[in-house]
């Protein structure tokens, strides 16, 4: 069974930074399309960032294209998302999601996902 357990969010200054770590365990994931999605309250759950765990190749929100970055440590079976210059909307649930198959952004289409990490930048 896939397991997904998101860390890492808090409390940062605008301008700040944060890392966020998800450890996937249950599967091999070298076929998993995986991702970050965000909510904040009130709005719909948007796509982050979204990433082939094999391949690396990696698709940005244009809000977090060159703030955010995306990695992974195939030996510990965990992703990071790790986030520079944070602004106030950046404010959010933040969670991550996998799929084995199927390249896309909606999150209606992802299988598995974590609880979710608070991220919260005040201005």
């Known amino acids: 069974q896939v397991q997904l357990v998101e860390s890492g969010g808090g409390l940062v200054q605008a301008g700040g930074s944060l890392r966020l770590s998800c450890a996937a365990s249950?599967?091999?994931?070298?076929?998993?399309?995986m991702g970050w999605f965000r909510q904040a309250p009130g709005k719909e759950r948007e796509f982050v960032v979204i990433?082939?765990?094999?391949?690396?190749?990696?698709l940005y929100a244009d809000s977090v294209k060159g703030r955010f970055t995306i990695s992974r440590d195939n030996a510990k079976n965990t992703m990071y998302l790790q986030m520079n210059s944070l602004k106030p909307e950046d404010t959010a649930l933040y969670y991550c999601?996998?799929?084995?198959?199927?390249?896309?952004?909606?999150?209606?289409?992802?299988?598995?996902w974590g609880q979710g990490t608070q991220v919260i930048v005040s201005s």
């Open positions: 999601a996998a799929k084995p198959r199927g390249w896309g952004t909606d999150f209606r289409t992802y299988d598995y």
């Open positions: 249950g599967r091999t994931f070298s076929s998993y399309v």
């Open positions: 990433s082939t765990w094999g391949s690396g190749t990696t």
